[in-house]
């Protein structure tokens, strides 16, 4: 009896080396996982920045377009908000290349748990801000459109609700294809850290 005593102590000693060995081996998977998903949303982000906002400056030296901004009476207006843009998406990049060194360095699951919220959350914040931004600029736009412009003023002034609904659900339009650009850029990406977040709890249990 006492042997077999012995034998259930050893075989339980071994069972839970196991045990340690393959979640220490899960941990490093999602670790990796984890590093290389954030460092897609850098990448992209940086790619994302350097496109639109090289069409920024590139309209800003368009003489037409520059015309029918002041036309408009909003040239001024959008090249501060053009800056201020600027500014604040350099602020988001510098937050995911934050959290990518936070997560490339983290070594515990609990601290890895904590940076991968912390990464959804600025992503969630990076596309709301995006969409507001969209959506706030087409208002400007339209309203500055048909107070001005001369082939929708007297439109305007005719048909004034019918017009400012249609310029509403056009607006809304476009913003819904910005989301829908957003969440089949980042959606994913989010989706596989929601996924090794939820395999990291297993592991802290």
Avoid at 2 to 16: P, S
Avoid at 96 to 111: E, G, H, M, P, R
Avoid at 162 to 191: C, D, E, Q, R, T
Wanted: glycine share 4%; charged share 25%.
């Amino acid at each position: 009896m006492d042997e077999l005593e012995l034998l259930k102590r050893d075989w339980k000693k071994k069972e839970q080396q196991f045990k340690q060995v393959s979640e220490k081996e899960i941990y490093g998977m999602l670790h990796q996982s984890s590093s290389s998903i954030v460092k897609w949303i850098f990448i992209i982000s940086i790619v994302e920045f350097l496109i639109f906002r090289l069409l920024d400056i590139t309209l800003f030296y368009d003489e037409a377009f520059i015309n029918r901004l002041k036309s408009y009476h909003i040239y001024d207006i959008e090249k501060i908000a053009t800056g201020v843009n600027f500014v604040v998406l350099i602020g988001f990049i510098f937050y995911f290349y934050k959290n990518l060194k936070n997560i490339s360095a983290t070594s515990s699951v609990k601290k890895l748990m904590k940076d991968i919220i912390e990464t959804r959350r600025i992503v969630k914040y990076y596309v709301w801000y995006n969409l507001a931004i969209a959506f706030i600029t087409g208002i400007i736009i339209m309203f500055s459109q048909l107070k001005y412009d001369s082939n929708l003023s007297p439109l305007f002034e005719k048909y004034q609700t019918i017009v400012i609904l249609a310029g509403f659900l056009i607006i809304l339009l476009l913003v819904g294809l910005f989301y829908l650009f957003y969440k089949l850029l980042y959606g994913f990406l989010l989706k596989r850290l929601q996924n090794n977040y939820k395999e990291l709890k297993k592991i802290d249990l």
